[in-house]
């Protein structure tokens, strides 16, 4: 009588639980809609930051466990419109972290504290967005100040056009990293990111 009643107890529960079980609705995750923006947003940095790390590690003259500063970035955007140069070297931070075959900093973080690498860095960005040249022996004095083994440059421009009650707008990025040893350009790269919204 106590064992049937035990067995008894023992089914009812399980019958109790598999009914729990199967009458629980099933978990759903939505996704909120993402925020239709023409200008450059978080979405955007990553898969630039991404785009850079993976064609730069894949570039056989781009030698691993180096240092990347992010330096002079000349943008030429529409006043509607921002590039956050933070925000791409921290997205690049976390990529490097995560796989360890470079290293990437701030150029403006790694210079400070030094007077004389900053005046040179100065100097360095000018000509960069002038005349889009970067002279040699700058780079590897900078590189040599700074300990830094490569800079990174970079020029970001935008461009919109109207198509019926459509704006489009085309982000353009071009980058170019600096050897600081040979003072030479070693390695090119550039994507566009277009997007478009009802006017």
């Not at 009588?1 to 109790?16: N, Q, S």
């Not at 955007?44 to 993976?54: L, M, Q, S, V």
């Not at 064609?55 to 691993?64: C, D, F, G, I, Y």
Request: proline share 3%.
């Amino acid at each position: 009588m106590k064992t049937f009643v035990m067995i008894g107890g023992l089914a009812a529960g399980t019958l109790f639980l598999s009914g729990c079980l199967t009458t629980q609705p099933d978990i759903q995750v939505i996704e909120s809609p993402r925020i239709v923006t023409l200008a450059i947003d978080a979405r955007d940095y990553n898969e630039t930051a991404k785009r850079i790390y993976d064609s730069l590690t894949a570039s056989p003259r781009v030698k691993r466990g180096k240092v990347v500063s992010l330096g002079p970035v000349d943008v030429a955007l529409d006043r509607d419109y921002q590039f956050d140069h933070r925000a791409l070297q921290e997205k690049l931070q976390v990529i490097a972290l995560r796989s360890g075959l470079l290293e990437f900093n701030y150029a403006v973080d790694a210079l400070t504290g030094n007077s004389a690498a900053t005046e040179r860095y100065r100097i360095m960005e000018l000509q960069w967005t002038k005349e889009n040249t970067v002279d040699p022996e700058l780079l590897r004095t900078i590189g040599n100040l700074a300990k830094v083994d490569y800079i990174l440059f970079g020029r970001v421009s935008s461009q919109t056009a109207i198509k019926g009650n459509q704006v489009e707008v085309t982000h353009r990025y071009n980058w170019k990293l600096g050897d600081c040893e040979s003072g030479l350009l070693i390695w090119a790269d550039e994507m566009e990111i277009t997007k478009s919204k009802a006017r």
